[in-house]
């Protein structure tokens, strides 16, 4: 795509399910699920940005900035994606584009921005979702930075939490990815989950 896009990876979640704490920094195959992810976005994005709340020193390793929401309380992913969106605009002006991914996702696919950018500007449409298996995935997505003014007044302003009652209000393209030989938004919510993701990297490695 002409644009630059910066790639803004969702770990702040609460991570119940899994006793708390960061997914992405669980291991699988003896690596933090988050290397796992970086890895792989690198070369798709032109800078990385984590969004995470708490103390940042917990990712000193990766040496990337860390974005908090920029709304109070535990308002759901879209606060990470307008975290992402605020830190742009504010820190990267030359980007056009954030790509937003989960922090707990370590088989993303290594053509997701192609694809995603590729299929919106074919629809003409404003944002582009990942879905797989017939499943939509909102929080893996394509947004224009232009849309955060928008996107902050549906957050703060009209307190909306779920991803795709804003994403309604734009128009929309859902880009299908292949679930084989391993779904790439398989993610590691819970013990069992990190179990098959073990399983699953064994069996396909690098395809995987």
Same mark, same amino acid.
């Given at each position: 795509m002409s644009g630059k896009v910066l790639g803004v990876v969702l770990a702040g979640g609460l991570a119940r399910r899994m006793g708390g704490g960061d997914k992405g920094l669980q291991l699988l195959g003896g690596k933090p699920i988050l290397s796992r992810i970086i890895e792989r976005l690198v070369p798709q994005v032109d800078g990385i940005v984590l969004n995470a709340n708490g103390d940042p020193a917990r990712f000193a390793a990766w040496g990337l900035p860390v974005a908090g929401d920029a709304v109070d309380g535990f308002v759901g992913p879209l606060a990470?994606? #307008?975290?992402? #969106?605020? /830190?742009? *605009?504010?820190?990267? &002006?030359?980007?056009t584009d954030i790509v937003t991914v989960p922090g707990d996702g370590p088989f993303l696919p290594r053509d997701l921005v192609a694809r995603m950018a590729a299929a919106r500007a074919q629809a003409g449409a404003d944002l %582009?979702? %990942?879905?797989?298996?017939?499943?939509?995935? &909102?929080?893996?997505?394509l947004w224009p930075v232009r849309l955060y003014d928008d996107l902050r007044h549906a957050v703060v302003?009209?307190?909306?939490? *779920?991803?795709?009652? /804003?994403?309604?209000r734009h128009q929309l393209v859902q880009v299908d990815f292949a679930a084989t030989p391993v779904d &790439?938004?398989?993610?590691?919510? %819970?013990?069992e989950d990190l179990a098959e993701a073990e399983r699953l990297l064994a069996s396909f490695g690098d395809a995987a």
């Open positions: 990470g994606v #307008l975290a992402g #969106l605020a /830190w742009a *605009k504010a820190n990267r &002006p030359e980007m %582009a979702c %990942a879905m797989s298996a017939g499943q939509a995935y &909102p929080v893996v997505g302003d009209e307190d909306i939490r *779920k991803v795709d009652r /804003w994403t309604a &790439p938004f398989f993610n590691a919510n %819970a013990p």
